[in-house]
């Protein structure tokens, strides 16, 4: 297990003793801090891999944290962890390089598991993410070509299109999910130096989701043509060369991704998609 040095910061002070209790028994150390001042003095003091940071702090408020916290020589990894659902204050924190979203009530096992995540995560998934636009009805943003910014937009997208039932916002993050990885890894070729820029435009009736591949373009063909690459003796060796390297065959995802949006609709290069769920 990956034991680090975590501060909670929280004006909730039966909260701090309660999640603070619930980490130190799963190995970590923990600090609290109930205010920005205070915790800002932890962090030029102290070490910390981790902060678990509220949103609603008197004074200076979480948001204003989160964009200190990024000016230090080395910025911890920030979970928040809020009441506050509002796409505003989600966008917000995107913006200010947050890796993970939680809103509360969370359960101590979803606590302990966005932490251990958190931990576990390599640099690449720590990536800065640039924010074009932050409006709850046009969201846009461009990042890296690594994967574990799928998983990490992925949380971000669940916890973005509040409002909708439960099955239309796990299909919309799946399908986003999907053709993510396909941008990444076919496009982007798992580059970090190249980007991919996503844009969720939400309409009345309707959510609009556009990717623009950094590259060669989605691999639509990518399912038949894994099954064809491979010789007779290793009907799945172009599988398992991908399972290698993290990713799945690409046409996998976008032959899933078909079946949980309405409309999917390539332009002429085939290296921008748009995907279309109508609300009723």
Known sequence: MNRAAILLVDDDRALRHAVGSLLERDGHTVLQA????????????????????????????????????????????????????????LLAAIRGQAYRYITKPVSPVAIVAAVADALAASSQATLPIEVISARPEWVEIVVPCVIQMAERLHAFILQLETGLPQDVRES?????????????????????????????????????????????????????????????????????????????????????????????????????????????
């Open 172 to 280: 919309v993050a799946q399908a986003f999910r999907e053709l993510l990885c396909n941008a990444i890894e076919w496009g982007g070729q798992l580059d970090p130096n190249r980007t991919v820029r996503i844009s969720c435009i939400r309409a009345h009736r309707m959510l609009i989701y556009r990717i623009l591949d950094p590259g060669q373009g989605f691999n639509i063909e990518a399912l038949p043509h894994a099954a064809i690459s491979n010789s007779p003796d290793d009907p799945i060796g172009h599988a398992v060369v991908r399972e290698e390297k993290g990713i799945r065959p690409g046409g996998l995802g976008l032959v899933m991704t078909r079946a949980l949006v309405d409309e999917l609709i390539y332009n002429e290069a085939r290296n921008e998609v748009v995907f279309i769920k109508y609300l009723d």
């Open 34 to 89: 109930g205010d920005g001042p205070s915790a800002l003095a932890h962090l030029e003091r102290e070490a910390i891999e981790l902060v678990m940071l509220d949103m609603g702090l008197p004074g200076m408020s979480g948001l204003d944290l989160l964009a200190r916290m990024r000016d230090l020589d080395r910025p911890p990894i920030v979970v928040v962890i809020t009441a506050d659902d509002t796409p505003e204050t």
